[in-house]
């Protein structure tokens, strides 16, 4: 009698086991390793009992040994039902469809002397969908559409990604679509949702690309990324290949349907995440390399430059403490004229604390020196030398919402004279 129910415990085990893994195998991966346990436990009980039926002695072993099967027993009725649960809310969510997931803003903005003339007054920011379905194990998925309102009023839809990727290993995963161009740390860390990044503004040299951003955020192309234990640390990686990028309009563009040449954009960036006394601290390298064409009216090509960027990055979270610092060091040639090679650079460095889980103040420095005899720089309207400094104050309302103030001072080279003009935030965003 024993011997049956105890084999029949193992077999229904097994197979909700195996069932449960097929439906939910992230929630049911602890619940497994407990059945484990269990069904070990009853076998080495099961044995026990064999030889105590076989008419050795030992009555009152034989009755603890009893009584210990009953309270694996009912420990194993109790794991069954939370099998049970899991498999009935996997079911529902299942049924409702892909989670959406997003981010949204609003906030006030001032600039004593803002460019276009503008006074200061409220404004929505972006409003930030996004969905990660899987296809399986291996075969992953992102899409993200932002809604955003332009300095004209108008409301404008962008599609900033869609990727579709096939993971090998840890060691790599291969993505192709469109991506965040993967240079430094905050350009692939911080995307469109403001909630998740401690400051109100971007580093302006980083911006997007349609933000006055002079290096491409996006690309469209394929992405090869992945890390493997090394040291006691991590050896992360990204590369990538995508279409080259164009001035029009003296803006960026990545060329997100076909390219204009023949000649694709080639980069990546090698990173590691020590371990140890250093656990917290990441450091890495970046570089790209492409041809981007200047377009005037007409679509006629102006000139080419020869793009080429190499720098270092590193971060430092732990202990409340968040560093981030990033350098980029560019080498453009002239291959339309005879202006040679130019060289400009530019940089940020951020530090912020938390305090009582909530309070995150945080200091900002960033400066760009872009020499204005390179084609590429001279065609944006934002390629001029600047430097800023930003002072903030980050409060958490809970894991959701967050409330910031930034305080900032801008100095930017104009063709005659320095332009300096002090700025004022206040933002609230959230997540869902």
């Known amino acids: ?45 099961s044995a026990r009992v064999k030889q105590l039926e076989a008419g050795k002695p030992a009555t009152a072993d034989q009755g603890r040994v009893e009584e210990k099967v009953a309270a694996q027993a009912e420990r194993i009725g109790q794991l069954e039902k939370n099998v049970e649960q899991v498999a009935e809310t996997s079911a529902k969510r299942a049924s409702v ?5 997003g981010f949204a803003d609003v906030g006030y903005a001032r600039e004593s002397r803002d460019p276009n003339g503008r006074k200061g007054g409220f404004a929505l920011g972006n409003l930030d969908l996004y969905l990660t379905p899987e296809f399986g194990d291996r075969v992953k998925s992102l899409a993200e559409l932002v809604f955003e309102m332009g300095e004209d009023g108008s409301l404008g839809t962008d599609l900033e990604r869609l990727q579709i990727g096939y993971t090998v290993s840890d060691a790599l995963t291969v993505w192709g679509g469109r991506f965040h161009t993967p240079y430094g ?61 164009d001035i029009r309009d003296r803006e960026l563009d990545f060329n997100a349907v076909m390219d204009d040449n ?92 938390t305090f009582a889980g909530r309070w995150t103040p945080y200091v900002r ?33 809970n894991a959701l919402a967050a409330l910031k103030i930034e305080l900032s001072r801008t100095t930017e080279q104009q063709p005659a004279s320095e332009l300096t003009s002090n700025g004022a935030r206040l933002q609230f965003a959230v997540r869902f």
């Open 97 to 101: 469809g892909l989670p959406l997931h």
């Open 365 to 397: 420095t960033e400066k760009a020196v872009l020499d204005q005899g390179d084609n590429y720089f001279a065609g944006l309207d934002s390629g001029r030398s600047y430097k800023r400094h930003a002072l903030g104050l980050r409060y958490d309302l």
């Open 1 to 45: 009698m024993r011997k049956g129910v105890i084999a029949l415990a193992i077999s229904q085990l097994f197979c909700l086991s195996a069932s449960a893994a097929q439906t939910d195998a992230e929630r049911i991966a602890e619940l497994e390793k407990k059945l484990e346990k269990s069904l070990g436990l009853i076998e080495q009980l």
């Open 262 to 353: 023949t000649n694709k954009m080639v980069g990546g960036n090698v990173r590691y995440q020590f371990a140890g006394a250093l656990e917290g601290l990441t450091l890495g390298l970046h570089g790209l390399n492409e041809q981007v064409d200047t377009y005037g009216a007409g679509n006629v090509r102006l000139n080419s430059t020869k793009l080429k960027m190499l720098g270092g990055f590193g971060l430092f979270e732990q202990d409340d403490w968040e560093a981030i610092g990033e350098y980029y060091r560019f080498r453009n040639d002239d291959i339309s004229g005879a202006t040679g090679t130019h060289g400009s650079w530019a940089g940020f460095a951020q530090v912020g604390r």
């Open 185 to 245: 740390y905050w350009n692939t860390a911080f995307h469109h949702g403001a909630q998740i990044q401690t400051s109100i503004m971007r580093p302006r040299f980083i911006a997007f690309e349609d933000q006055g951003g002079i290096l491409p955020a996006h690309t469209v192309g394929l992405l090869a990324s992945g890390g493997v234990r090394l040291g006691g640390g991590k050896l992360q990686y990204d590369a990538y290949l995508g279409n080259g990028n």
